[in-house]
C-alpha cells in the first residue's frame, strides 16, 4: 500500500469534482415524439423477458468470448444462485474468481489464492440486468421514439444517487432493451445488446458491445453457449488451494540481500543481465514494474492497449519470463507494468514493488535489527521460539491482522512494512471515541462534529490528519499504552468493508516479521529494539 | 406487576431506529449467543412436567383469603451508569408501573383491557396488542401445551430445567428449584441473544412469595440490571388515579396551525436541518424510529449531558446512551427539552448532507406531519384542527413500538407487522415473515434475475452495522387500498435483531408514489397518489 493517504486525497479531489453537465444530460438527439404510456412500455417489456421455466434449478453453466481495450480472452462461468466460479483466459494470463455462501476468493495470475472481499468487477462484466426503469425508486420518463429500424422508445431514467441521468431503448416490437446510454466522466458510453436468444422461459441478449467513443477502449462480450438447470455441486464454489508455479521451490533457508532505506525494504530483481531495485510491500497486492523499465526489457504485452491516441498510458499485465531474488528464481511471474519509480536516495532508483505473489510461496523473515531479508521453504519453517501468532486474514493478498486498540479490537488493520507511520481511520474513531484523547487542545473534537452549518468541516474537504493519544495499543503480547499516534476524520475501505488502521513500521520495527503465506500466518517476535525501548510488566 | 427482564418498549426502541438507511457503522465480528441452544449440563431426570409445575404453583403460594386484589411494590433499579426507582400498582387486572431512570420518567399500564404506555418526552400511545411472541410463550406455558417441556436438571443452579418453544413465541428456558419450586432463573432468546434473568431473595408476603432481587443481563456488562424490591404490600386500598393513564404531553410546539419546514429531499430522503444551541444539525424524518437520535460526536460538542450507558443492536451493536436537547427549532417547530438516544450515527446524504441524527416518533406525533415527495415540501399541522385532503386513502395504524405498523399484503399473506418507514430508501420482507409464507413470499423473475447478473449486493446499512439481503420480487402487493402486481423488495436474512418479530418494512420507493400524511394522533396515514403513481399504475 504504497502513499496511502496520497490516494485518499485523490478520491477525495474526485469526489469533489464531479457537477452536472446539462449537455451531457441532454436527451439523444433525433427523437421523435409519442404518446405511448410508460406502464405499456413497461408491460410489453416485462412479457419480453420471460422468466425461469418452472421447477428449472437456478443454475447456468455459459462460455463467453471477449475482447477488452483490445485484448481477446475468454470466460467460463457456472454459478448456482449467488454461488459462482468463473475462470478468465487472457493469453497466457489466467485467473479465477468465485464465491460461495458470500465468502468470495481469487486466484491471480501467478496461481495464487486468497479470500476476497471485493467486488469481482470481472466475471459478469457480460451480464447485465436492465432493468433501471422498471424499478420503482427511479423516475422514468419517455422521451421519445427513434426514427430509423428497428424502432425503440427511448426511456429516460434518474436514479438516486446519480448525477446523471441513463437513457434506455426498448424495441417498439419485441420490448427487448436493445441499447443503453450512460454518462462516464465528461463522455457519453453508449451499449448495444442484440441477439437476443430465449433458453428454457429466459430471455437474455448473447451479444453485447460497450462504447465510449474511443474506439480502442471498445468491448465486446459474446455468449458462446448458456446450459440453465445443470446440477452443481457446491464444492465446485470452495476456495481451492494456490497453484503457484512461477516461483520456484527453495530446498533450504538463505538470505536475500537487501536494503532498508528509511521504511523500504528494497532487494534486486535480476532479469535478462539488468539489477532492478523494487521493494517489498507486505501490503501491495499485486506486484509492479514501471512501464518504460518493462518496454526497455521487452516484456511481452499480450495484445493489450498500452497507450491511448490522446498519449494517455494505460496500465497492463505483463509476465517476465526469467529472473531472481537472491535464491528466489522466478520464471513467467505476472505483474503490472504501470508509472512507478522513484529515488530513494542518490544510489537506489526503485522501479517495482514485489507483493503478496512474491511473499505468497515460501516463508520469510523480516529482521529490522540486522537488516536482513531470510526466505524458508515453506515446508521446513517453523516459528521461532517467543514468536506470537498475529491473528490474521487475507483480503485479496493484502494481510488485515486484528489489534487492539483503545478498549476494542479493531480486527480490519493492514500490516504495512511499507508504510512507516501507523494511522487510525475516521469510521474507527467514530465508533470508539473514548478511547481517544485529543493532543490538539480540542480544536479537533468539535470540528470532526457533522455539523450541517457552514463552520464544520464537510464531505469533500481536503483530507485531515492529527495526533490523538489512544489508551492501548495492542500488537500481538504487546501493549503499548496512552502513546500518541496519528489519526485521521476520512474514513477508508478496502473491499468495500472498512480499515481500521495501518499498522506501520513505527510499531512493527520493534518486532522479527515471519511471514508464512503458505499456511496463512504471520508471526511476531519482539526484537532488541523491543526490549531496548519498552519494560516487561512487573 | 414489575417485568422488566421481558422485552419490553425499551427494549423494542432500540430496534427501532432500525428502519433509517444509511450509516456506515462496523459489525460486532464477535460469535454471539443467540440463546436458542439448550442451557450446558442437563441432566436426565425421572421427574415429570408436572410434577415440576406443580412445585413452582406450590412455592408461590396463595394470597391469605380475605385480602383484596391489590399490590403495591417499590423497586429499586441499578446498571448501566443509571440508577433509579420503580413503582408498581395493581389492582384486579389493572395495573400501572412508573419507573425513574436518571431524570428520565417513562410508564408503562392496562386499564380495562387496554395497554398502554407513556414515553420520557411524555407522549402517551394505547397499544393494539400486535406482538404475538411474549404472550405465546405465556400461553403455552400457561396451558402447559406440546410445546412445553422438561429437559432435565442442572446442578448450578440446582433445577429442574423446562423448555417453552412454541413456534410463534420466544424460545424460553426455565430453571426451578429442585427443593422449592421457585424460579430461579429464565433464559430468553430475544433478538439474537440470550438473555439471563436470575431470581434470588425470596421473601413471603401475605401468603405469596416472590423474588426480590432480579439481575438481567445479556452477555454485555453494560447492560447488566439489578431490580431489588424494597417495599411489598397486598390489599392495600388503590386509589383509582394511581392506575390512571397518565395525560400525554408533547415536546412540539408549532408556530401556528399549518407550519412549512424547510428540507431537502435527496434521493427521497427528507433531511431536515435543526438547530440545536446555535448549531445546524441535519436529521434525517424517520417514521421508523421511535425516538431522537442524535450522534455522539454532535452531543459531544455541543456539551450536552450524556446519562447511563448501554450496548444496543440494530443493524449491529453500538454503544448508546441518552440526552436532554434543550430545544430543537425547525421552520416554525420547536421541541423543548427533548429526551433522545445518543449512537454513533453519521451518514453523508450527498456531499454537502452530512446527517447526525433521526427525527422520529417524538416530533411526528406532536403533529400531522405532512410529506410531498414530488415537490419535496414537509409541513407539520395541529392536530386538533388537521381535516385530510379530499379523496385521502385513509390507512389505519398502531403505535405499540412507537412506529406505524401497518397491513400489507403479499401476494395472499398478509402482515400486520410491517413498518411505514420513511427513513427505509426501500422496502423490505423480513425473513420471518418469508418462511412462513413460502408460497407467497416467492420470487417472480427480477430478483434471481439480479442475483444471477450481479451476486455482491447482499448487504444495506442501518444504525449500528449493515444487515443481509437479497434482491426479492413478490407480488401482488397490496398497501392500503392499492395494488401492486410486482414490487421489488429487499429480502433480509439472518438479520434477528433487526427483524424481532416485524413482517417488513414500507420505505421510500413506495412513499415517494404519495402525498403522505402521517396522522398519529387519530392513528391513520392518508394517501393522495401523484403523478409518479399515475404515470405508473394509474
Known amino acids: 500500500m504504497r502513499r496511502p493517504l496520497f490516494a485518499l486525497g485523490l478520491a477525495i479531489v474526485l469526489l469533489g469534482a464531479a457537477k452536472p453537465d446539462p449537455k451531457l444530460d441532454a436527451d439523444p438527439a433525433g427523437l421523435a415524439p409519442v404518446t405511448v404510456r410508460l406502464a405499456d412500455v413497461l408491460a410489453k417489456h416485462e412479457r419480453a423477458l420471460g422468466s425461469r421455466a418452472a421447477g428449472l434449478a437456478d443454475t447456468a453453466i455459459e462460455e463467453w468470448a471477449f475482447v477488452l481495450a483490445g485484448q481477446a480472452g475468454t470466460e467460463h462461468l457456472e454459478r448456482a444462485g449467488a454461488n459462482y466460479r468463473s475462470r478468465l483466459v487472457r493469453g497466457p494470463l489466467i485467473e479465477e474468481f468465485g464465491q460461495l455462501d458470500g465468502k468470495r476468493w481469487h486466484r491471480d495470475f501467478n496461481g495464487i489464492t486468497s479470500p476476497m472481499t471485493d467486488i469481482d468487477v470481472f466475471s459478469f462484466y457480460g451480464s447485465r440486468i436492465l432493468e433501471d426503469a422498471a424499478d420503482p425508486k427511479n423516475d422514468v420518463t419517455v422521451v421519445g421514439e427513434t426514427t430509423t429500424a428497428p424502432k425503440a422508445y427511448v426511456l429516460r431514467i434518474a436514479q438516486p444517487g446519480e448525477r446523471h441521468p441513463e437513457w434506455l431503448y426498448f424495441d417498439e416490437a419485441t420490448g427487448d432493451v436493445v441499447r443503453s446510454e450512460r454518462v462516464y466522466g465528461k463522455r457519453r458510453a453508449v451499449t448495444t445488446y442484440d441477439d437476443y436468444r430465449t433458453t428454457l422461459g429466459t430471455r437474455r441478449a448473447w451479444h453485447v458491445h460497450d462504447s465510449d467513443g474511443r474506439v480502442e477502449l471498445d468491448a465486446d462480450w459474446h455468449r458462446t453457449s448458456l446450459a440453465l438447470g445443470k446440477p452443481i455441486a457446491a464444492a465446485r464454489f470452495a476456495q481451492p488451494a494456490s497453484q503457484a508455479t512461477v516461483v520456484e521451490g527453495l530446498v533450504q533457508p538463505a538470505n536475500i540481500p537487501a536494503k532498508f532505506v528509511y521504511s523500504d525494504v528494497i532487494v534486486r530483481l535480476n532479469v535478462r543481465g539488468r539489477g532492478l531495485d523494487f521493494i517489498v510491500d507486505s501490503s501491495a497486492r499485486d506486484s509492479i514494474i514501471d512501464r518504460n523499465v518493462a518496454s526497455d526489457l521487452g516484456l511481452p504485452t499480450y495484445g493489450q492497449l498500452t497507450q491511448l491516441a490522446d498519449g494517455t498510458k494505460y496500465a497492463y499485465d505483463t509476465t517476465i519470463d526469467d529472473a531472481t531474488v537472491g535464491p528466489i528464481r522466478l520464471q513467467n511471474f505476472a505483474l503490472r507494468a504501470q508509472t512507478y519509480n522513484y529515488e530513494t536516495d542518490r544510489d537506489i532508483k526503485v522501479v517495482g514493488v514485489l507483493g503478496f505473489d512474491f511473499l505468497a510461496a515460501n516463508a520469510f523473515k523480516l529482521d529490522w535489527v540486522n537488516g536482513t531479508l531470510d526466505v524458508v521453504p515453506a515446508k521446513t519453517f517453523a516459528p521461532p521460539d517467543g514468536a506470537d501468532l498475529a491473528p490474521m486474514q487475507l483480503d485479496d493478498g493484502v494481510p488485515l491482522i486484528a489489534m487492539g486498540i483503545g478498549s476494542a479490537v479493531a480486527s480490519r488493520v493492514v500490516l504495512d512494512t511499507d508504510n512507516f507511520s501507523t494511522i487510525i481511520f475516521g469510521t474507527y474513531i467514530d465508533k470508539h471515541p473514548d478511547d481517544f484523547v485529543d493532543q490538539s487542545h480540542g480544536r479537533r473534537a468539535t470540528r470532526v462534529a457533522p455539523f450541517a452549518d457552514d463552520r464544520s468541516s464537510a464531505f469533500g474537504q481536503p483530507l485531515e490528519v492529527w495526533v490523538d493519544k489512544v489508551s492501548h495499543l495492542q500488537l500481538t503480547l504487546a501493549d503499548y499504552r496512552e502513546l500518541p499516534v496519528w489519526v485521521t476524520n476520512f474514513p477508508y475501505s478496502e473491499g468495500g468493508d472498512d480499515i481500521d488502521a495501518i499498522v506501520g513500521r513505527d510499531y512493527l520495527e520493534y518486532f522479527d516479521i515471519y511471514f508464512d503465506y503458505p499456511d496463512g500466518r504471520i508471526y511476531l517476535k519482539p526484537n532488541a529494539y523491543f526490549f531496548k525501548t519498552f519494560k516487561r510488566n512487573p | ?499 424481532d418479530d416485524f413482517d417488513g418494512l414500507v420505505g421510500q420507493d413506495v412513499l415517494r408514489n404519495f402525498d403522505v400524511y402521517l396522522d398519529y394522533a387519530h392513528e391513520k396515514i392518508w394517501l393522495v397518489p401523484n403523478d409518479r403513481y399515475r404515470a405508473r399504475w394509474g
Open chain 2, 1 to 499: 406487576m414489575h417485568t422488566s427482564s421481558r422485552p419490553s418498549n425499551a427494549t423494542r426502541s432500540a430496534l427501532i431506529a432500525a428502519a433509517c438507511a444509511a450509516l456506515l457503522l462496523g459489525v460486532d465480528g464477535t460469535v454471539k449467543d443467540d440463546g436458542s441452544s439448550a442451557p450446558a449440563g442437563i441432566a436426565p431426570t425421572k421427574t415429570t412436567l408436572s410434577t415440576v409445575l406443580a412445585l413452582h404453583r406450590k412455592s408461590i403460594g396463595r394470597l391469605a383469603t380475605g385480602l383484596a386484589k391489590t399490590s403495591t411494590e417499590q423497586w429499586t433499579i441499578r446498571g448501566g451508569a443509571l440508577d433509579g426507582t420503580e413503582t408498581d400498582v395493581t389492582s384486579g387486572n389493572n395495573e400501572r408501573d412508573d419507573q425513574t431512570v436518571g431524570p428520565f420518567h417513562s410508564a408503562t399500564g392496562t386499564l380495562a383491557g387496554k395497554s398502554w404506555h407513556q414515553n420520557e418526552n411524555g407522549e402517551v400511545v394505547i397499544e393494539h396488542g400486535l406482538h404475538s411472541l411474549d404472550t405465546s410463550t405465556e400461553r403455552s406455558l400457561a396451558t402447559v401445551d406440546r410445546y412445553v417441556t422438561l429437559l432435565g436438571t442442572t446442578t448450578s443452579p440446582d433445577a429442574y430445567v423446562v423448555r417453552v418453544a412454541p413456534p410463534d413465541g420466544r424460545l424460553e428456558y426455565l430453571f426451578y428449584d429442585r427443593s422449592g419450586g421457585q424460579l430461579v432463573r429464565r433464559e430468553s432468546a430475544i433478538r439474537g441473544r440470550r438473555h439471563v434473568a436470575t431470581f434470588t431473595d425470596f421473601h413471603t408476603t401475605s401468603g405469596r412469595t416472590q423474588a426480590w432481587h432480579e439481575h438481567t443481563s445479556d452477555g454485555r456488562p453494560e447492560n447488566d440490571r439489578d431490580y431489588t424490591l424494597t417495599t411489598l404490600a397486598y390489599g392495600t386500598p388503590i386509589d383509582p388515579k394511581a392506575l390512571a393513564i397518565p395525560t400525554a404531553t408533547s415536546p412540539v410546539t408549532l408556530a401556528s396551525a399549518h407550519v412549512q419546514i424547510p428540507i431537502k429531499l435527496i434521493d427521497d430522503r427528507v433531511i431536515v436541518p435543526i438547530t440545536i444551541s446555535g448549531r445546524t444539525v441535519d436529521f434525517q424524518l424517520d417514521s421508523g424510529s421511535s425516538g431522537i437520535l442524535i450522534d455522539s460526536l454532535i452531543v459531544h460538542a455541543l456539551k450536552l449531558p450524556v446519562y447511563g450507558n448501554a450496548v444496543a443492536d440494530t443493524a449491529g451493536s453500538y454503544d448508546s446512551g441518552r440526552t436532554i436537547i434543550p430545544q430543537m427549532t425547525f421552520g416554525g417547530v420547536t421541541m423543548k427539552n427533548v429526551e433522545a438516544d445518543v449512537a454513533p450515527f453519521t451518514f453523508w446524504s450527498d456531499d454537502k448532507t452530512p446527517v447526525a441524527g433521526l427525527l422520529g416518533f417524538d416530533f411526528i406525533d406532536g403533529a400531522v406531519v405532512h410529506i410531498d415527495y414530488q415537490h419535496s415540501t414537509l409541513e407539520a399541522f395541529d392536530p386538533a384542527s388537521f381535516t385530510p385532503p379530499a379523496g385521502a386513502t385513509s390507512l389505519p395504524i398502531a403505535l405499540d413500538d412507537d412506529v406505524p405498523l401497518v397491513n400489507a399484503g403479499i401476494a395472499k399473506a398478509i402482515g400486520h407487522l410491517f413498518i411505514v418507514d420513511t427513513g427505509a430508501d426501500r422496502s423490505t420482507i423480513f425473513s420471518p415473515f418469508a418462511a412462513a409464507h413460502p408460497d407467497d413470499v416467492t420470487d417472480l423473475g427480477l430478483g434471481d434475475e439480479m442475483v444471477a447478473s450481479y451476486p455482491f449486493v447482499t448487504d444495506f446499512n442501518g444504525v449500528g452495522g449493515t444487515v443481509r439481503y437479497r434482491p426479492l420480487q413478490v407480488g401482488p402487493f397490496t398497501f392500503a387500498s392499492y395494488v401492486f402486481p410486482k414490487w421489488l423488495f429487499n429480502g433480509t436474512h439472518d438479520a434477528p435483531a433487526f427483524e
